[in-house]
């Protein structure tokens, strides 16, 4: 009774530690075939252009893809996006691993068939981009992958442009209050020196 | 020993707390508001307060700025070296400001000029514009000279510690408390429905507007001395125009502790001083601040997540503390210059900063264990001086005061030629001469008599 207690407690600390330390990128599968609506070098602008995405088993692929639940369709940095920026950083671990921030779509999986049309939304960075998509299979842990560049992640990559950010009437404020600022030194300085005088002539 | 000659209405009736013969307060009452002595330490507190608050109001909102600027690595290192390497200057520029036009002025002018930088950062654009607001909302840092100058001019040799080290450990508070205040304002605003984008710009508009009101209050509520403003009591007669061309100060370090902990150490230094005078205090400074040393060199090797904050908040008390402590001795180096006394002092610490960051923390040199180690190996090294500093009225770490018997007032005096004397610009050192006798600690030997015997006048 103690060693089976014994087998249970280590097969569930063994699948903890599993889904602690996450699956690695290396190991997965490139079984999906995965395509974007920007060409190569295209620039999409954020908050207005839209981005259409499809996603298929690959069927020449020699496993199965009955393991497969769902379907995540993410935007991932590029290298050049990701240098001397470490809050970027490619790393085996998927549960680490920063190259993919944004959700396009998140779905059911079926083998063919799928597509998707996304609105680039207002806050996207400004950056080199691929897509990637990941299938889950029933414990929500990856089990393959598909993207549109090659594996070094050179080819078929888009860029966004972002939205600054700033309005008119930010731009507009920020001056006004500035100038006020410095306005109102210069009457202290005033107020100051007639003071002065006054207290001089009594 | 006979306590210092105190005026002869000690509880003057023009003040709300008891007052020496220079109308400092001797008495540090947080409580209280009453104008000058109180007000001008809530005074200036709070507008050090928001210029900490406006310089580091940008590192919790980094997420987003760098991704709106497109950042990298290396512009964020460097925009944050530039926030406090700005300050390096312009602490300089302050020492003698506070001399030349009185702390009330001088803080309320810089922090005017330095607001438009923070109103300018909602419109930033690049990496480059990004690291010019910060580095001119960093001169703000300045107003750390005037809040000890002015809490030097308005608080006795007594409480002088404690004034400044309360003053300064809540001004310093200000960089702790705007990593709360700032993703809380962001949030609010991206709930009420801005762009991520543009609600971090637009959140920059309330350091902003804190720092405009602080100077307003700090220039309509603030007065520089006891007995009224520089301009008013230049031309009275009572103050004289000094000329000087240098002084800097410097002081950033940052984290809540600084509540307790800064001011923990200016009340040490007072407590200290009470039993064992200056040497006392430059005991405790140099125990304290090495000790800071050895909790850094600590902090470099512990391996735990837990052990290391634990060790992290040591470090940073004693490190702390020892600020306080060190302006508990500061405002007894110079009278005359004590605007570039502590404009230096401040400065050096600021210099420190940036070479600690140069030499240890850039690059991928050092790992940034090995780079704290390090560091406080450095903090212990450059304590040492602390060994050397003598004061021939009360001595050092391992002298007494000098055996020729040189007093408080020969060494106050000795700031001022014959002429300056003639014209009677020496007044004011010689009451804080009289009234820093309390410097020497409880000594069972009498107080020698002043070498040339000039008596005590009274305004």
């Known amino acids: 009774m103690a060693a089976h207690r014994f087998m249970v407690a280590s097969l569930l600390l063994c699948c903890f530690l599993h889904s602690c330390y996450g699956v690695t990128f290396s190991s997965l599968q490139r079984t999906l075939v995965v395509t974007a609506s920007p060409t190569p070098g295209q620039v999409v602008?954020?908050?207005?252009?839209?981005?259409?995405?499809?996603?298929?088993?690959?069927?020449?692929?020699?496993?199965?893809?009955?393991?497969?639940?769902?379907?995540?369709?993410?935007?991932?940095?590029?290298?050049?996006?990701?240098?001397?920026?470490?809050?970027?950083?490619?790393?085996?671990?998927?549960?680490?691993?920063?190259?993919?921030?944004?959700?396009?779509?998140?779905?059911?999986?079926?083998?063919?068939?799928?597509?998707?049309?996304?609105?680039?939304?207002?806050?996207?960075?400004?950056?080199?981009?691929?897509?990637?998509?990941?299938a889950y299979n029933s414990d929500s842990s990856e089990a393959a992958y598909g993207q549109t560049t090659d594996a070094h992640k050179t080819t078929n990559l888009f860029e966004v442009q972002a939205i600054t950010g700033r309005h008119v009437s930010l731009d507009i404020a920020s001056v006004c209050f500035s100038a006020f600022s410095v306005l109102s030194l210069f009457v202290f300085f005033l107020v100051e020196k007639r003071k002065t005088k006054m207290s001089q002539q009594k | 020993m006979e306590e210092p000659h105190t005026a002869n209405n000690s509880d003057h009736p023009k003040f709300a707390l008891p007052v020496d013969s220079e109308h400092k307060a001797t008495e540090f009452r947080v409580y209280s508001v009453a104008a000058p002595h109180m007000r001008a330490f809530h005074l200036s507190w709070i507008s050090f307060f928001s210029c900490f608050v406006s310089t580091f109001a940008a590192p919790p909102l980094l997420p987003i700025i760098r991704d709106n600027l497109n950042l990298t690595s290396t512009d964020i290192g460097n925009a944050g070296i530039a926030a406090v390497s700005g300050a390096v200057f312009a602490r300089i520029a302050m020492g003698t400001a506070c001399d030349l036009f009185g702390p009330r002025l001088a803080s309320a002018s810089l922090i005017l000029i330095t607001t438009p930088a923070v109103y300018c950062s909602a419109i930033a654009n690049s990496s480059i514009s990004f690291l010019l607001v910060r580095f001119f909302t960093g001169f703000s840092l300045a107003t750390f000279v005037s809040t000890q100058f002015w809490m030097s001019s308005m608080f006795s040799a007594k409480v002088v510690g404690t004034a400044n080290g309360v003053a300064g450990g809540w001004g310093n508070l200000g960089g702790g408390a705007t990593q709360l205040i700032m993703p809380l304002v962001f949030s609010l605003i991206r709930d009420i429905g801005a762009v991520r984008f543009t609600a971090w710009r637009i959140a920059f508009f309330i350091p902003a507007l804190f720092q405009t009101l602080s100077a307003y209050a700090v220039f309509f509520l603030g007065q520089d001395m006891p007995d009224g403003n520089f301009s008013q009591l230049q031309k009275s007669g009572d103050k004289h125009k000094d000329k000087f061309t240098q002084a800097g100060i410097i002081a950033a370090s940052f984290g809540l502790a600084n509540i307790f902990s800064r001011p923990g150490g200016g009340i040490i230094s007072d407590i200290v001083a009470k039993r064992f005078g200056m040497r006392g205090r430059i005991w405790t400074l140099w125990t304290v601040q090495t000790l800071g040393g050895v909790f850094c060199i600590l902090l470099g090797r512990v391996g735990s997540l837990s052990v290391s904050i634990v060790v992290l908040l040591v470090f940073s008390l004693f490190v702390q503390a020892a600020c306080g402590l060190t302006f508990g001795i500061v405002p007894f180096v110079s009278q005359r210059s004590l605007g570039i006394i502590s404009g230096m002092t401040g400065g050096g610490g600021n210099v420190g900063a940036v070479l600690t960051q140069v030499i240890f923390f850039r690059g991928s040199r050092y790992s940034t264990e090995t780079g704290i180690t390090l560091m406080g190996i450095m903090i212990i090294c450059c304590t040492l001086p602390m060994l050397l500093i003598y004061f021939p009225q009360w001595g050092g770490m391992f002298c007494g005061p000098s055996s020729k018997g040189t007093t408080e007032e020969d060494y106050y005096m000795s700031e001022w030629n014959s002429t300056e004397k003639e014209k009677g610009f020496h007044q004011s050192s010689l009451k804080f001469s009289d009234n820093s006798k309390s410097e020497r600690g409880r000594r069972v030997d009498s107080a020698p008599t002043p070498s040339n015997g000039t008596p005590l006048s009274h305004a």
């Open chain 1, 45 to 134: 602008k954020a908050g207005e252009d839209q981005i259409t995405v499809t996603w298929s088993f690959n069927q020449t692929f020699p496993g199965t893809d009955s393991a497969y639940k769902t379907i995540k369709v993410m935007l991932c940095y590029a290298p050049i996006s990701q240098v001397d920026r470490a809050w970027r950083n490619t790393v085996d671990n998927l549960a680490k691993d920063k190259t993919c921030q944004f959700q396009i779509v998140a779905k059911p999986y079926s083998p063919s068939n799928n597509s998707f049309t996304w609105t680039i939304e207002k806050d996207i960075p400004q950056a080199t981009y691929f897509v990637r998509s990941y």
